[in-house]
């Protein structure tokens, strides 16, 4: 069957988009041959997450890398920026309350039609009614100056502008009766079988040059032991797998193991609205009741470093390395004590009438998430805080977030604004200072402190507990040359960032 998406209206510009696709037949069929074809011109990977769309509107690709999108910028090895659809980097005016993007006149999408400004205008003026409207919150519009120029207009200065520019863009009429996407990248759709693979193909009049990889077969496995076993059992060229899995490949002949530093910080999300894990204490309590290290130690290989904030040391320049909350049970203890969480007889605290106790969820199939969230209630329950674990679907956890705790994972290498703006409201005012002046502030310099501050504030008033940046590890069979390695965000894969990011340069040995 085909799934549409519903119209959106887009003043003087037709809409650009069904980007889902059709999906055709059963969701079980024979394994792919990981042998890279005759000429190692195909590659077979297993991913853990299968996307729910791959509408760049709906939130397909936001951090790049989406192997069938381009942005008018993209991300480099570096987290530096660099044009992509654009010819030169975004110009901000004097008053950072617009950015001018020349475009590129070399491109076309895989339908055949030539990039374009209105295609630019369309993109974003559509983003602004979608699921991804948020991101764009400052943008008030964007206007084509002519055939090769766009501005976008905002409404505060929001020095991290630039990098929403990844967003892939659409073509601004929907040309493919079949609703499959239509983009402009190194890679174009052939077939979703849902809950099983999707298959790309290359395209090879992509203005970066014609990928030598001319084949991506993406096999949807959600828990990580299968992963493991079978790729261990010769089904694929390559997979992401937690750092214990990862490990047991090392040293085999004809595979790697890669592992990337990352800005994927995974937290207790503590809901403010409960009476237990919104209470500040709780909540200050628990950052010191929690080993990290022992964490990294035992669940991760020693493959990860200790988070304290939601900033990783990938921002050197934003990150305060004296912002720590040392592993002090006692120090704990005495934070319950203050504000009258008294020992219960069953050794769980009580306060008021409501005991010490809460749910937390993670979901089902991720080991790491489950390990830690183990580890975490066992080190909550040593100062007398009961945290019962709830090992979910994502679609039970959906509905359930905000009301429960949740084992969460979020984080970006790029720049703080993309991952700590959304965290206002979470903790103290001037927590929210901070972020403020870190949007609205140009010079890289007073952003820096002003991200410093928000480190400060939080460790005075924390909203969750950051227990660790994981570093994300991948099994590869060695058969192709092109590999670098990147600091991931929390989006990576076969299909976004990860050994793969730059997989439309890689070559057969």
């Known amino acids: ?58 939130g397909y690709g936001e951090q790049g890398v989406s192997k069938i999108y381009d942005g008018l910028v993209e991300h480099r090895q570096d987290g530096s920026l660099s044009p992509q659809l654009a010819a030169d980097l975004p110009q901000p005016a004097p008053d950072g309350l617009s950015w001018t993007v020349k475009l590129r006149g070399d491109v076309k999408f895989t339908d055949g039609s030539t990039f374009g400004a209105e295609d630019v205008v369309a993109t974003y003026t559509a983003a602004l009614q979608s699921q991804v409207k948020d991101r ?45 996407p239509v983009g402009t990248g190194p890679y174009k759709v052939v077939d979703w079988k849902k809950g099983d693979r999707l298959l790309l193909e290359a395209n090879d009049g992509y203005f970066g040059g014609a990928p030598k990889i001319k084949k991506l077969t993406v096999v949807f496995v959600t828990d990580d032991n299968q992963r493991a ?18 490990a047991t490949f090392e040293n085999r002949s004809g595979l790697q193991v890669r592992y990337h530093r990352s800005a994927d910080y995974r937290a207790v999300a503590l809901p403010a609205a409960h009476p237990v894990t919104g209470n500040a204490a709780i909540r200050l309590a628990l950052n010191y009741a929690v080993n990290r290290q022992g964490m990294i130690d035992g669940l991760l290989e020693g493959r990860g470093t200790v988070g304290f904030t939601p900033v990783p040391d990938a921002l050197a320049e934003d ?32 306060r008021e009438g409501v005991a010490a106790r809460f749910t937390l969820m993670y979901p089902l199939g991720d080991d790491l998430r489950a390990d830690l969230a183990t580890a975490f209630a066992a080190d909550a329950k040593a100062v007398g805080v009961d945290v019962q674990l709830a090992g979910l679907s994502w679609e039970a956890i959906r509905p359930r977030v905000g009301q429960d705790a949740l084992l969460s994972g979020e984080g970006s ?10 965290l206002r409201g979470q903790g103290s005012p001037a927590a929210d200072t901070a972020l403020e002046n870190g949007r609205r502030l140009i010079d890289p310099a007073q952003r820096a402190v002003a991200y410093k501050l928000f480190q400060q504030a939080y460790a005075a008033a924390p909203s969750m507990t950051v227990l660790v940046f994981p570093e994300h590890a991948y099994v590869l069979r060695d058969s192709w040359n092109g590999y670098l390695p990147v600091v991931d965000p929390n989006s990576y894969g076969a299909l976004s960032w990860g050994p793969w990011w730059n997989l439309d340069k890689w070559e057969p040995k």
């Open 136 to 180: 764009f919150a400052t943008l008030k519009g964007v206007d084509q100056l002519d055939p090769s120029t766009v501005r976008f207009q905002l409404g505060q200065q929001h020095a991290a502008f630039p990098h929403l520019l990844v967003l892939g863009v659409l073509p601004s009429e929907q040309a493919n009766a079949n609703g499959r």
């Open 229 to 246: 076993r079978r790729m261990q059992d010769g089904e694929f060229d390559g997979t992401v797998l937690p750092p214990k899995l990862a």
């Open 413 to 422: 290498p790029f720049d703080p604004d993309l991952m700590l703006y959304g």
């Open 319 to 350: 990150f305060d390395p004296t912002v720590k909350f040392r592993y002090d049970k006692t120090e704990a203890a005495r934070q319950l004590d203050a504000a009258g969480w008294a020992l219960g007889p069953d050794n769980i605290r009580i």
């Open 1 to 58: 069957m085909s799934i549409t998406v519903g119209s959106l209206t887009v003043s003087r510009y037709p809409l650009i988009l069904v980007a889902l696709l059709a999906l055709a037949g059963c969701t079980e069929t024979a394994a792919p041959s990981p042998d890279g074809g005759a000429n190692g011109t195909s590659i077979v990977l297993a991913d853990r997450d299968e996307p729910t769309t791959l509408n760049p509107l709906l």
